[in-house]
């Protein structure tokens, strides 16, 4: 049997345990998500977050082993999410994998949460091949890499303040929408009316690869205040909000394309799931020749399986440890984990 990598994900909301075989590919997966729980709180309270993954991860590696009927004498390597996120909420993760890899004897590595998310599209079929240009539009974090392959990703432009996820909220929350308030705000917008308003689209003639949302939400913040608050309204605010957001992601992600002289773009992270983002950059992209890859709509947002196949990659570059110290890192620049030897 061909290597076993366990992966533990638990960076935010959601915690996610996968089983990942490099022969048979992915094995099985669970994931619990907080929502509803931070739903209440219309956002993700980092303590309640981090209780709640200690109360999660257990019974959900058990889950995965009882499904696939593999063993823990069987696993061969465990991955965790070392970063970025809730530093309460990694800690979790992190120490259960790294106790778990000791007991087991087994070697432990940590991933870097946007490489999950990256590399995520690469478990669908098709799948793209390197060198490809990747959109991350995950959370806090909208970023056009080029990925040339494991380990070796070149920053081509990424958001000065508020990320694409960012927007997508915050524009929710002043629309009197709930968390999360990205899929509320496209769930409105499916009833808005074009052209009713215009909203600015940050940066888009740059002359740069860098995103820029703040403008947007300040745009939104005076338009809801000047607006009459009926459904209709709302749901054309909504509208002019995702369309403002999808122009602007689909302009620089063909421009990213141009730049890096490559036909293929991997889109991953959760506003990756919208469903007019990747209307767009289907018809755009497709018009230049080119091919836009997704992860399943289950692994646009985090989970368990991304960590795994990661881990497995890079234990298959040889590098694990069996030290089984660890630190994790709420805040980590991609770039740091880069080698472009």
Request: charged share 20%; hydrophobic share 45%.
């Amino acid at each position: 049997m061909s290597l076993i990598t366990l992966g533990i994900e638990s960076s935010c909301d959601e915690t996610g345990i996968a089983l990942y075989q490099m022969e048979r590919g992915l094995l099985a997966h669970a994931l619990h998500t907080q929502v509803a729980m931070h739903s209440e709180y219309g956002g993700v309270v980092p303590e309640l977050a981090s209780r709640d993954h200690v109360r999660r991860v257990i019974p959900l590696i058990r889950q995965v082993m009882r499904e696939t009927g593999v063993s823990m004498a069987q696993i061969n390597a465990i991955a965790y999410t070392q970063g970025p996120g809730l530093g309460g909420a990694l800690l979790v993760g992190a120490s259960v994998a790294n106790a778990l890899a000791y007991a087991l004897d087994i070697p432990s590595i940590g991933i870097h949460h946007l490489e999950g998310h990256l590399l995520s599209p690469l478990l669908s079929d098709p799948a793209p091949e390197f060198p490809f240009v990747a959109l991350l539009v995950s959370g806090g974090h909208t970023q056009l890499m080029r990925v040339s392959g494991i380990g070796q990703y070149t920053l081509l432009g990424e958001t000065l303040d508020d990320a694409a996820g960012e927007a997508f909220d915050k524009s929710a929350k002043l629309l009197g929408l709930g968390y999360p308030g990205g899929p509320a705000l496209a769930q409105l917008a499916a009833s808005g009316r074009p052209g009713q308003y215009k909203l600015p689209r940050p940066m888009l003639h740059s002359g740069n690869l860098d995103f820029s949302f703040s403008g947007l939400k300040t745009a939104v913040l005076a338009l809801v205040k000047q607006s009459d608050d009926d459904v209709q309204t709302r749901a054309d605010i909504a509208y002019a909000v995702q369309e403002a957001i999808v122009d602007v992601l689909a302009y620089k992600a063909r421009a990213a394309l141009t730049q890096a002289g490559l036909d293929q773009l991997v889109v991953a992270g959760g506003v990756g799931a919208n469903q007019l983002l990747r209307h767009r950059l289907n018809e755009d992209i497709g018009k230049r020749g080119g091919t836009v890859f997704y992860p399943d709509l289950q692994f646009c947002t985090d989970n368990g399986a991304m960590i795994a196949f990661a881990g497995a990659l890079r234990i298959k570059q040889q590098q694990t440890r069996k030290d089984y110290r660890f630190n994790v890192k709420p805040r980590w620049n991609l770039a740091e984990i880069t080698d472009n030897s």
